[in-house]
């Protein structure tokens, strides 16, 4: 909001400086010829599109700071899985806060991401939803933790997986 409310007033004071001194230059001087020979349409359309190709350039910087942030989301999601011995430690306090941030990070990524992720992001819940539950599972029945590694370490495999598709694709936009 803040960064609109930024941008809003840039413009706004680039148009009333450019109006400003077209009107001086038509105005006080008097001789529309002196000011590059241009009447008053032609500077009101180079004022028009100055403000068009701003906005534009503006919101194009946007989606590109947008994208970088999912990407480092993604990478620190794919990193907090890839250390394997803290997910799949015996012990429930070491794996629990990993796990819990990659549960949050994939939170804020569904809630943020660009309309056409939707999909992919609740295929990527979906899938941690599935290591969670074998996580638990493991936790349940501390004798089954061996038995579920493999199942879990697939788990973490598609997870990344989909989470190297998801860069990707974004790189391809």
Known sequence: MRKRCRTSIFTIIIVAIGLVWSAYNIFVIGDCKTFFGANLFQILTIMVAIV???????RITDRRRKAD???KMLYIIQDR???KDIILSSKRE?????????ENNLKY???HCFSGQKD????LNDKFEVLRGLFDESFMQESRLNELKP??????SVINSKCNE???KMNDD
């Open 52 to 58: 068009i190709s701003f906005y534009i350039s503006q």
């Open 166 to 168: 998801i860069i990707l």
């Open 69 to 71: 942030v999912i990407e």
């Open 151 to 156: 199942k879990m370490v697939s788990a973490i």
């Open 81 to 83: 899985l890839s250390n």
């Open 109 to 111: 990524l569904t809630e």
């Open 120 to 123: 992919d992001f609740k295929i």
């Open 94 to 102: 070491v794996s629990l806060p990993a796990l819990r941030e990659v």
